[in-house]
């Protein structure tokens, strides 16, 4: 099993549960075949570099998982086939983008972790 990760964006016109089910429906795709999902990022509505069927906006998102090449094929068919995807990008990681995509999701998860320090005003000195 290879290490994937993909990127693809949806049209802006979907509401946030249209953009979920599309991203769920996807998963399935992987899920349905044999993939492990590792991680899941949901980038939210962000600009595009350049119009893109006479949009300017998209919800990103990218997925992480472990499979066999034969489920890219069945995943990018899955994303010809419905009109809501823009764009999408589908690579294989190599031993080095595994590393960092694995110290990504660390320093992502502790972050948050962290407790938030309140700082108290300085009194001033009379």
Not at 10 to 16: A, E, H, N, Q
Not at 20 to 48: C, H, P, Q, S, Y
Not at 76 to 101: C, H, I, M, P, S
């Amino acid at each position: 099993m290879n290490n994937y990760e993909t990127v693809f964006i949806l049209t802006p016109v979907l509401s946030d549960q249209q953009a979920k089910e599309a991203v769920e429906k996807f998963t399935k795709v992987l899920t349905d075949n044999g993939a492990a999902i590792v991680n899941e990022e949901n980038w939210g509505l962000r600009k595009l570099a350049y119009p893109i069927e006479k949009k300017s906006t998209g919800y990103y998102t990218l997925v992480e998982f472990d499979s066999n090449p034969e489920v890219i094929k069945k995943l990018e068919t899955a994303f010809r086939r419905d009109e809501r995807v823009l764009r999408f990008l589908t690579f294989r990681l190599d031993k080095y983008a595994k590393e960092y995509a694995d110290k990504r999701r660390a320093r992502k998860t502790a972050a948050p972790a962290a407790p938030a320090t309140e700082v108290e005003p300085a009194t001033a000195a009379e």
